[in-house]
């Protein structure tokens, strides 16, 4: 889950890792209470009160603050502010620190993790003093080791946590049944190892993931549903995070603003201090003196399948046909404004694992198209290209496929179809799909990529219908196996399997484009990812 792009994708039930630009619509939660949102006017951060605030846009509106129900991009964004973890990266890169933790050391064997806390490190809203034992709730529910047992989404991440012993208030140890590489990647770092108060969820149930109580150095004012989230500088900050500068805003205030268009036209006119923009719209302000422009390639994937298992391509040399005939610089151009980094493969140069930097690039070559779709005796065969209606992009990308491929010798006929249509997840729906565009998004840990193309989601998210037992072992091995140098051979074997299969043309590792007002300084991490109590003024 995850990017900040306006495009939206696939969307698996109750897993927002894995959706692509933006996410999942509301869960019909309750709007949080009544306090109105202050608005700041003009170039300057301060308010009519002299209160110094942070105006950044939200491009889809939030769901559920709880870490253990983590719905969508934007509901990480907020929380970021709001939550911390024993260890995280820092706000610009990969960068490992500790920051509820005083110190924090893994086990050889990688089954166990000590952890001391930092002292005086108090919750939001007087729910007291972080203790080991808000440590040992905050995982063990993720996991669904608590009572009752919740059914958390993001339970995966704690796929093999045994138990967390707590040692005294202050001290404990994460006990794992088997070694997980990804918890020191994702899990722990980013979303499943956000902290919340044990007794504010007690006490708020349902209701804390509108009313969230973290130790972070914003705490959660107000919600008003489709129009903002505020945020206000907690005054019992413990500055935990001393691997960066004190809060700099009294508030930080998102307005939800989905369209592009009206997020460049609120940052040029003084309403945003920082806006998360789209290919179209960042050259606007790459011209402006104004503004500084930020892009980066992000971990996300997107590609044209091809059902491996469909009478129209189990033949290889039909697929291969497919590959060697789609321009995929040219799809970059028309449909993404020439912005996005073309993808060879699943995972992309931001990975810190796993990257495939020999990965073949198949430019068009409409001879050896015409060649490999001789061989299948294919010439003339009638096929569809699915896309969702929802995705930026897509309608034009599938346009110039159907040119492309007609020119080989394939009859291409294009669906657009709704997006709850295109996602639908049943093995019945997936077998009918040809050729399908979509996207993923990704985490820093080559796993969260991997995953969907395993043997055991055929018929579910893997929608080449490709069956690998190489590539089904290496997969669930490699979260095992704790060493990165291998872990790193092991994930291009698993890319190299899928490249021989020929089951997809990859397009594009999409580009994260925001941009801040002068003056504001805003630390991004490789793969797009923005802490907002981190901006300073510049």
Request: aromatic letters at 10%; glycine letters at 8%.
């Amino acid at each position: 889950m995850e990017t900040h792009s306006t495009t939206s994708g696939a969307v698996p039930p109750g897993l927002s890792r894995r959706s692509f630009f933006q996410y999942s619509t509301l869960a019909g939660l309750s709007a949080a209470g009544a306090a109105s949102v202050l608005t700041a006017c003009g170039s300057s951060a301060k308010s009519a009160t002299g209160t110094q605030v942070l105006r950044l846009n939200l491009d889809a509106d939030i769901s559920n603050l709880d870490p253990a129900f983590d719905a969508g991009h934007t509901d990480t964004t907020v929380r970021a502010s709001i939550f911390q973890h024993l260890v995280t990266y820092r706000p610009d890169g990969w960068g490992m620190v500790n920051e509820l933790a005083q110190t924090f050391k893994p086990s050889s064997d990688g089954l166990s993790y000590d952890f001391t806390l930092k002292k005086g490190v108090k919750f939001h809203g007087g729910y007291g003093e972080l203790t080991a034992d808000d440590v040992k709730f905050s995982f063990e529910r993720i996991a669904g080791l608590t009572k009752p047992k919740i059914d958390s989404p993001n339970s995966s991440d704690w796929a093999t946590l045994k138990e967390v012993r707590v040692h005294d208030r202050y001290s404990g140890t994460i006990v794992l049944s088997q070694p997980f590489a990804p918890l020191m990647t994702t899990t722990i770092p980013i979303i499943s190892g956000e902290i919340v108060s044990k007794k504010a969820v007690l006490a708020k149930g349902k209701a804390f993931a509108t009313h969230p109580i973290g130790t972070g150095p914003y705490e959660f004012v107000s919600w008003t549903r489709n129009q903002s989230v505020v945020l206000s500088r907690f005054a019992g900050y413990s500055g935990a995070a001393s691997y960066a500068p004190k809060p700099a805003w009294d508030q930080i205030h998102f307005t939800v603003t989905a369209d592009e268009n009206a997020a460049l036209i609120a940052l040029k006119s003084g309403a945003l201090d920082f806006a998360v923009l789209g290919p179209e719209t960042i050259g606007q302000v790459s011209r402006n003196p104004g503004f500084k422009p930020i892009e980066r390639t992000t971990l996300n994937y997107s590609w044209i399948g091809i059902n491996s298992a469909h009478p129209n391509f189990r033949d290889k040399n039909a697929r291969l046909a497919v590959i060697h005939g789609i321009d995929v610089p040219s799809i970059i151009s028309a449909a993404f404004n020439g912005k996005w980094t073309r993808a060879t493969a699943v995972l992309a140069p931001g990975m810190p694992i796993g990257y495939w930097k020999g990965a073949p690039v198949y430019n068009r070559d409409v001879a050896a198209a015409k060649s490999y779709l001789s061989r299948a005796g294919a010439g003339g065969r009638k096929i569809q290209m699915a896309v969702a209606s929802s995705v930026a992009g897509a309608s034009t990308l599938a346009q110039i496929v159907q040119s492309n491929l007609n020119e080989v010798g394939f009859h291409v006929d294009v669906a657009v179809q709704e997006s709850g249509v295109f996602n639908q997840a049943t093995p019945k729906a997936n077998a009918q799909k040809q050729l399908f565009y979509t996207g993923f998004s990704s985490k820093p840990d080559p796993s969260w990529s991997t995953k969907w193309f395993t043997s055991d989601q055929v018929g579910v998210w893997n929608w080449m219908s490709w069956s690998s037992a190489e590539y089904t072992r290496l997969n669930s091995q490699a979260i095992q196996v704790t060493d990165s140098a291998q872990r790193n051979q092991m994930y291009i074997r698993m890319q190299q399997l899928m490249d021989e299969a020929a089951i997809a043309s990859w397009v594009a590792w999409p580009t994260a484009f925001m941009a801040a007002r002068q003056g504001i300084r805003a630390p991004v991490r490789p793969d797009g990812t923005f802490l907002p109590w981190a901006f300073r003024a510049a």
